[in-house]
C-alpha cells in the first residue's frame, strides 16, 4: 500500500511539474514572440466564447452554426479543417510587405460540392474580407498597416455577425498582448462579403454595351458577307475577262456596282470593285478588307517615314511594361521587394518612363505637320492647275475669238498680266473670307480627329466602367482605381477631351490624361499650321514662345512646389506637373518642327558624316542621361525643375534627330529595326491596346483570390501575356469602331469617289 501511494505521489508531482513547465513555455512564448501573437490573432479554435457570450448581439442562427463548425475543428473533421483553411490567417512576410491574409475565396466555394465531396458543411458557407489596422510594437510593424483577411464562414453569418466575432477575436488578443508586455492592437475597420450584391446583367449599362456590341458585330456579319460575296463575283469576273481575252472578245460588263468609276484602285486591300455610297457605307464595317487593312505589312508610298512605326510600338511596349510593374506591386505578398527592386540600377527605365508618353507626342507633332502641308500643297498645285486651264481658255478665246485688234488684247501682253496678278503682294491682313475658310478648315480637321478616335475610346469607356465595377464587387483586394464611379459621373470629361484638367482622384480612366493632352495639342497645332499658311513667320515666333512659356510654367509650379523627383514616387505630382499640357507639349512642338522640316526637304538631307558621327551619340547620351540619370535615386529641387521641363523637350530634340537620320538614310541599323515591316500592323493597334490594357491587367489581376510573389522572373513573363492580350483586344475594337470609322470619314470627304478595285 506504501508503495502505491509512493507511486501515485511521484505521478502527481511529475505531471505537475510538466504542467509548470508548459506554463512557463507559454509564458516565455508569449512575451518575446510578437511572431506567435500574431500567428494566434485568428485562431477559430478560441472563437466558440465569442459567439456565445452574454454580450453577443450574433443571430441565434449564426451562433449555431458556429458552435457546430469550431466543435467540429477541434474534433478534426475534415470539412471544418477545410473552412479554417480556406479562411485567412497569419502568412510569412509579414515583415517584408505582406498586407494580405486572404485564404482561399475559391477553396471557401469549393468545400460545399457534396458531388465531389463525401464531408461537407451542414450549412452553407460564404466568404468575407475584413480591413483590419494592424500595429506590432515600434520595431516589427510601428506604422500601422491595413491588412485585408479573408474568413470563410457560414452563409447565416452576415457582415455585422463576422466583424462583431472578429472585434471579440481582436480584444481577447489585444488582452493577451497587454498581459505578455506586447505593444500590439489590431482592429477591424469594416467586414464586406465576396462576391458583392452587384448583378452585371441587370446593370442597365450591361444592356446599353451589349446592344451596342451586338448590333456592330451583326453589321460586321453582314458586310464580310456581302463583301465576300462581291470579291467572288469580282474574281469570277476577271477569270471571264480574261478568257474572252485570250478569244479576243469583249470583255463582259458588271452592273451592280456603280461603272462609271476610274480603272486604277488606290486601296490596295480592296479585291472588288466600288459600289454606290450606301454600299460602301455598309461595307466600311467588313472584316475582311478591314482586317487586311490592318495587318498588312506592305510599307506606305511615302516609306520614308516608317520608322515611327517602330517609335510607336515599342513605346506602347514600354508603357504595357511599366503599368505591369505598379499592377504586380499592388497585389504582391512581398511588397517590400519592391524597394528592393526600386535599388537596381535599371529599374529607372521603369520609374523615368513618362518620357515613353512623349514619344507619342512626339510622333503625332511630326505627322500632323506632314499630312497638313501635304494636303496643302495638294490645295495649292489642283488651284493653279484650274488658273492655268482658265488662262489658257482665255487665251485661246482671245486669239480665235476677236477680230478687232482694237478689242484684242495680245497673247503675251495677256500672259504678262497673269503673272503680274499672281506675283501681287497681298495684304497680311485676314479678309472675312480667309477667316472663314480658316474656321472652316479647323472644325473639319478637328471632326475627323473626333470621328476617328471617339468611337473605340467611347466603347473602351463603357467596357472599362463595367469591367471595374464587376471586379470590386468580386475581388478580394482593394483596388486603387475607382473608375466604377468617376466613369459613370465623369465619362464626359473623357469624351470632350478635357479629363486633363481635373483632380486624378475624378478622373475616368487614370491613363487617358494622354488623350486629351493629345487632343488639346492637335488644337494648337492646327491653328498654328493654319496660321502658317499665310504667316510663317508668326506662327513659328508663336511656337517658339509656346515652348518656352511651357518651361517657365513647368519651372514655376515644380518649384513653387519644392518637388523633389524621385524614384519610388514617379507621380507624386501628378495632378499640378505630370498630366499637365503646359508641361507636356514640348515634344510635340518639337514634333512639328521636325514634320516640317522633312516635309520642305522631302527628306532628301545630305548629312555631313562628321555630323552623322556626333548626332548618334549625343541623341543616345540625351536619351540615355534622360533615364538613367537619377543615380541617386532623387534629384533635389532646382535639378528637378529642370528635369521635368526641359527634360521632356530634350527627349523630343533627341528623336528628332532619330528620325531625320532615319528618314534621310542614315539610320543604318537603327532604321532597319525601326522601319521593320512586322512593325506596321503593330502600330496600327497601338492605340486601341494603349486605351485597353490597363482594364486588362486590373481585371485579370483583381479577380485573383490570393496575391501573387513578386519577382523580375514573374513580371516578365506575365508582362508578356498582358501585351499579347492587349494588342488582340486592340485588333477586334479597331476591327469594330476605329477602321470603320476611318472608312466612313473617306467616304464623308469623297476620297473613295470614282476609285475601282483591282
Given at each position: 500500500m506504501y508503495n502505491i501511494m509512493q507511486t501515485m505521489i511521484l505521478v502527481t508531482v511529475l505531471v505537475l511539474v510538466s504542467a509548470l513547465g508548459a506554463t512557463a513555455n507559454s509564458t516565455v512564448v508569449l512575451t518575446a514572440s510578437r511572431m506567435a501573437w500574431m500567428k494566434n490573432l485568428l485562431d477559430h479554435h478560441d472563437w466558440l466564447e465569442y459567439v456565445q457570450g452574454n454580450n453577443s448581439t450574433v443571430s441565434a442562427e449564426c451562433a449555431a452554426d458556429m458552435r457546430t463548425y469550431i466543435e467540429a475543428l477541434n474534433e478534426g473533421q475534415l470539412w471544418a479543417s477545410k473552412i479554417y483553411d480556406a479562411s485567412g490567417q497569419y502568412s510569412p512576410n509579414i515583415l517584408f510587405g505582406n498586407e494580405y491574409w486572404l485564404g482561399s475565396l475559391n477553396?471557401?466555394?469549393?468545400?460545399?460540392?457534396?458531388?465531389?465531396?463525401?464531408?461537407?458543411?451542414?450549412?452553407?458557407?460564404?466568404?468575407?474580407?475584413?480591413?483590419?489596422?494592424?500595429?506590432?510594437?515600434?520595431?516589427?510593424?510601428?506604422?500601422?498597416?491595413?491588412?485585408?483577411?479573408?474568413?470563410?464562414?457560414?452563409?447565416?453569418?452576415?457582415?455585422?455577425?463576422?466583424?462583431?466575432?472578429?472585434?471579440?477575436?481582436?480584444?481577447?488578443?489585444?488582452?493577451?498582448?497587454?498581459?505578455?508586455?506586447?505593444?500590439?492592437?489590431?482592429?477591424?475597420l469594416y467586414v464586406r462579403p465576396v462576391p458583392g450584391p452587384y448583378n452585371v446583367y441587370m446593370d442597365f449599362k450591361t444592356h446599353i454595351m451589349g446592344a451596342v456590341t451586338l448590333a456592330v458585330a451583326l453589321w460586321m456579319l453582314i458586310a464580310s458577307l456581302y463583301e465576300g460575296r462581291?470579291?467572288?463575283?469580282?474574281?469570277?469576273?476577271?477569270?471571264?475577262?480574261?478568257?474572252?481575252?485570250?478569244?479576243?472578245?469583249?470583255?463582259?460588263?458588271?452592273?451592280?456596282?456603280?461603272?462609271?468609276?476610274?480603272?486604277?484602285?488606290?486601296?490596295?486591300?480592296?479585291?472588288?470593285?466600288?459600289?454606290?455610297?450606301?454600299?460602301?457605307?455598309?461595307?466600311?464595317?467588313?472584316?475582311?478588307?478591314?482586317?487586311?487593312?490592318?495587318?498588312?505589312?506592305?510599307r506606305p508610298n511615302d516609306g520614308a517615314l516608317t520608322c515611327l512605326h517602330g517609335m510607336r510600338f515599342l513605346s506602347v511596349l514600354w508603357v504595357i511594361m511599366v503599368h505591369t510593374y505598379l499592377t504586380i506591386f499592388y497585389i504582391a505578398d512581398n511588397k517590400q521587394m519592391r524597394v528592393v527592386t526600386e535599388r537596381n540600377f535599371l529599374y529607372q527605365s521603369v520609374g523615368n518612363a513618362s518620357y515613353c508618353v512623349d514619344t507619342f507626342f512626339f510622333i503625332s507633332g511630326l505627322l500632323v505637320t506632314v499630312l497638313f502641308l501635304r494636303s496643302e500643297d495638294k490645295k495649292t498645285k489642283r488651284k493653279n492647275d484650274k488658273m492655268a486651264q482658265a488662262n489658257d481658255?482665255?487665251?485661246?478665246?482671245?486669239?480665235?475669238?476677236?477680230?478687232?485688234?482694237?478689242?484684242?488684247?495680245?497673247?503675251?501682253?495677256?500672259?504678262?498680266?497673269?503673272?503680274?496678278?499672281?506675283?501681287?503682294?497681298?495684304?497680311?491682313?485676314?479678309?472675312?473670307?480667309?477667316?472663314?475658310?480658316i474656321i472652316r478648315s479647323f472644325l473639319v480637321l478637328l471632326s475627323y480627329r473626333l470621328v476617328r478616335l471617339t468611337p473605340a475610346y467611347a466603347f473602351v469607356i463603357g467596357i472599362n466602367e463595367l469591367a471595374l465595377r464587376y471586379t470590386h464587387n468580386h475581388t478580394v483586394f482593394e483596388p486603387a482605381i475607382f473608375d466604377h464611379i468617376t466613369c459613370d459621373h465623369y465619362w464626359w470629361r473623357n469624351v470632350l477631351y478635357i479629363n486633363n484638367l481635373f483632380p486624378q482622384k475624378d478622373m475616368c480612366?487614370?491613363?487617358?490624361?494622354?488623350?486629351?493632352?493629345?487632343?488639346?495639342?492637335?488644337?494648337?497645332?492646327?491653328?498654328?499650321?493654319?496660321?502658317?499658311?499665310?504667316?510663317?513667320?508668326?506662327?513659328?515666333?508663336?511656337?517658339?514662345?509656346?515652348?518656352?512659356?511651357?518651361?517657365?510654367?513647368?519651372?514655376?509650379?515644380?518649384?513653387?512646389?519644392?518637388?523633389?523627383?524621385?524614384?519610388?514616387?514617379?507621380?507624386e505630382m501628378f495632378d499640378p506637373l505630370y498630366d499637365k499640357p503646359w508641361s507636356r507639349i514640348g515634344p510635340y512642338l518639337v514634333g512639328m518642327m521636325v514634320g516640317w522640316y522633312l516635309h520642305r526637304t522631302k527628306c532628301q538631307v545630305k548629312i555631313p558624316y562628321w555630323l552623322v558621327a556626333i548626332g548618334w551619340p549625343v541623341s543616345l547620351l540625351i536619351i540615355a542621361t534622360l533615364i538613367f540619370g537619377m543615380v541617386d535615386g532623387y534629384f533635389e529641387v532646382w535639378p528637378t525643375a529642370f528635369y521635368v521641363s526641359i527634360g521632356h523637350t530634350g527627349w523630343g530634340v533627341a528623336l528628332a534627330w532619330v528620325s531625320i537620320a532615319c528618314c534621310c538614310g542614315y539610320g543604318g541599323l537603327a532604321n532597319s529595326l525601326l522601319s521593320y515591316n512586322g512593325f506596321l500592323p503593330l502600330s496600327r493597334l497601338t492605340y486601341c491596346a494603349y486605351l485597353v490594357h490597363p482594364t486588362i491587367m486590373m481585371y485579370t489581376s483583381f479577380l485573383l483570390d490570393g496575391p501573387l510573389h513578386l519577382q523580375n522572373s514573374m513580371v516578365i513573363t506575365i508582362y508578356a501575356g498582358y501585351a499579347v492580350l492587349a494588342f488582340l483586344a486592340s485588333f477586334a475594337i479597331s476591327l469594330a469602331f476605329e477602321a470603320p470609322a476611318v472608312r466612313l470619314i473617306k467616304i464623308a470627304g469623297g476620297e473613295d469617289k470614282g476609285k475601282k478595285a483591282r
Open positions: 477553396a471557401c466555394r469549393d468545400l460545399q460540392l457534396k458531388k465531389y465531396y463525401d464531408q461537407v458543411p451542414p450549412f452553407p458557407t460564404t466568404f468575407y474580407v475584413a480591413k483590419i489596422n494592424l500595429t506590432v510594437d515600434g520595431d516589427h510593424i510601428p506604422i500601422t498597416r491595413s491588412m485585408l483577411v479573408g474568413q470563410c464562414m457560414p452563409l447565416s453569418c452576415n457582415s455585422s455577425a463576422t466583424k462583431e466575432i472578429l472585434l471579440a477575436a481582436e480584444t481577447a488578443a489585444a488582452d493577451r498582448a497587454q498581459a505578455a508586455g506586447i505593444a500590439a492592437n489590431a482592429r477591424t462581291l470579291e467572288r463575283r469580282y474574281r469570277s469576273t476577271q477569270r471571264q475577262d480574261l478568257e474572252q481575252a485570250n478569244n479576243n472578245q469583249k470583255p463582259a460588263k458588271t452592273t451592280d456596282c456603280n461603272d462609271s468609276i476610274e480603272e486604277e484602285n488606290k486601296d490596295r486591300d480592296l479585291k472588288r470593285e466600288r459600289c454606290d455610297v450606301w454600299a460602301e457605307v455598309l461595307l466600311s464595317f467588313s472584316i475582311l478588307s478591314n482586317g487586311r487593312a490592318i495587318l498588312s505589312t506592305r481658255k482665255d487665251l485661246n478665246k482671245n486669239i480665235n475669238g476677236y477680230t478687232n485688234s482694237a478689242l484684242s488684247v495680245s497673247a503675251i501682253s495677256q500672259q504678262s498680266f497673269y503673272e503680274d496678278i499672281l506675283d501681287k503682294p497681298k495684304s497680311n491682313a485676314y479678309t472675312k473670307k480667309e477667316v472663314s475658310r480612366m487614370v491613363w487617358s490624361w494622354y488623350m486629351a493632352n493629345d487632343t488639346q495639342f492637335y488644337v494648337v497645332g492646327i491653328i498654328l499650321l493654319l496660321i502658317s499658311v499665310k504667316h510663317v513667320k508668326f506662327a513659328t515666333i508663336s511656337l517658339i514662345l509656346l515652348l518656352a512659356s511651357s518651361w517657365v510654367t513647368t519651372i514655376y509650379i515644380s518649384v513653387w512646389h519644392a518637388y523633389k523627383a524621385r524614384i519610388q514616387e514617379p507621380f
